[in-house]
């Protein structure tokens, strides 16, 4: 791949992963269009690990906080002792969801839905769930009291975890399905959104190192039917590297635009977007032009 395919990938990467406009959508469509025969390949998994050190760094704070209290928790033996040690076993939670169905319906989710028809179609779905609950949580505003992600119960963060299981459905959005479950549970957007980006941490850590397991695999011992390792050629792992590291950056910036964002305006903007995008897709295709 050669460098400036990698940055432009890094780029779109680290806008759209935290933009509930689906990163997975983009990629695939942007590597369609610059001719990758296989553009489900781990590299579009894999450079999400960039936007994670986005999350770190920019959650930074917060996530030293929970990690002293599930420590304390541990060394204390209690269970949710502190707001913080709770938040961290509310993101666990929230967790399973994605766990579990990743684990069991990966293979069938690649093999059916990794294409751009059922992309732009998922797209358009999930933008009109998203002006629902934009909807549902203006009419219902005054039920709208968590305002903290130390506010969340434990039924809000599995319902909100739910949701981020749909996201594997490419064209979903993984931030654009949690915060669309955290409206539809009572979160403000901006609380919604700030746990959305700290319940990322360990389903894209977790995917991201799953595929560079399987890679180095798949490059110790080569599977003459498959496609080539990331890790065989030099090329190959620089444009893996330099991807990963624009992702981090445009991502640090992308989270906090977009937290700010949510604190004053309406997903509404995303919801057209996303619209015109599947619409603007299936048009394409069937005109034949990708």
């Known amino acids: 791949m050669p460098l400036w395919e990698a940055i432009l990938l890094g780029i779109v990467q680290g806008l759209t992963e935290f933009l509930p406009i689906s990163s997975t959508a983009h990629l695939l469509f942007v590597r369609k269009a610059l001719g990758h025969d296989h553009p489900e390949d781990a590299f579009t998994t894999v450079i999400q690990l960039g936007t994670l050190v986005a999350v770190f760094i920019y959650f930074r704070r917060d996530i030293v906080a929970l990690v002293r209290a599930v420590w304390n928790?541990?060394?204390?033996r209690k269970?949710?002792?502190t707001a913080e040690s709770r938040l961290a076993w509310l993101i666990v939670l929230g967790?399973?969801?994605?766990?579990?169905v990743g684990f069991t319906l990966k293979k069938w989710l690649k093999s059916n839905f990794y294409d751009l028809r059922p992309m732009a179609i998922t797209a358009i779905v999930f933008a009109l769930l998203m002006f629902a609950a934009e909807m549902w949580s203006r009419r219902h505003q005054r039920h709208v009291t968590?305002?903290?992600?130390?506010s969340i119960s434990w039924g809000q963060s599995l319902w909100i975890?739910?949701?981020q299981a749909l996201a594997l459905f490419?064209?979903?959005s993984r931030?654009?399905?949690t915060i669309t479950g955290g409206l539809f549970a009572g979160l403000s957007r901006g609380t919604a959104a700030r746990f959305s980006?700290?319940?990322s941490l360990p389903s894209v850590l977790g995917a991201g190192m799953k595929e560079l397991y399987d890679e180095w695999k798949l490059y110790k011992k080569p599977d003459p039917a498959g496609h080539r390792s990331l890790f065989e050629s030099g090329d190959e792992i620089t444009a893996l590297v330099v991807g990963t590291l624009v992702s981090a950056i445009v991502g640090y910036f992308a989270i906090a635009w977009l937290i700010g964002y949510l604190k004053r305006y309406s997903t509404t903007v995303f919801v057209v977007y996303r619209i015109i995008l599947g619409i603007a897709i299936l048009m394409a295709l069937s005109a034949n032009w990708i």
Do not use: H, K
Not at 146 to 150: G, P, Q, V, W
């Open 73 to 76: 928790d541990l060394r204390v």
């Open 79 to 81: 269970f949710a002792s």
């Open 95 to 100: 967790t399973i969801p994605v766990v579990i």
């Open 146 to 150: 968590t305002d903290t992600e130390t």
């Open 161 to 163: 975890g739910i949701w």
């Open 170 to 172: 490419p064209g979903a």
């Open 175 to 177: 931030s654009g399905t």
């Open 197 to 199: 980006f700290l319940m």
